[in-house]
């Protein structure tokens, strides 16, 4: 059976930071790429970074580079995303995603992403 179980979210102040960890099991990890999307009430799912897990490629959404770092440990299948300088519009339900990292489509593109985790919530305060 195929898993993605996101962890790490809370409840932060502006300016702090979270890690969020996405454990896979049940697919061959290393054949796979990793996106992390988040959603906000009342808008769409957005691509916020990804890892192609063989080569260690990253990709991130202008709207984090440089505050937030994603990264693999291939040992324990383990994607991380580490969130630096949060800001209110950060806040929302994060989700780790698997697919395969062949498919031709943009990594942000989310209908292209063959697993889900069940998300876990991010709150930024002022």
């Known amino acids: 059976e195929v898993q993605l179980v996101e962890s790490g979210g809370g409840l932060v102040q502006a300016g702090g930071s979270l890690r969020l960890s996405c454990a896979a099991s049940g697919f061959t990890f290393d054949d796979y790429a990793i996106g992390w999307f988040r959603q906000a009430p009342g808008k769409e799912r957005e691509g916020v970074s990804y890892i192609i897990n ?3 490629s990253t990709y991130y959404a202008d709207s984090v580079k440089g505050r937030f770092t994603i990264s693999s440990d291939n040992a324990k299948n383990t994607v991380y995303l580490q ?26 593109v989310d209908y292209e992403y063959d697993y889900w985790g069940q998300g876990t919530q991010v709150t930024v305060s002022s």
């Open 54 to 56: 063989s080569d260690g």
């Open 83 to 108: 969130m630096n300088g949060l800001k209110l519009e950060d806040m929302a339900v994060y989700y780790c995603a698997a697919r395969n990292p062949e498919y031709g489509s943009s990594w942000y």
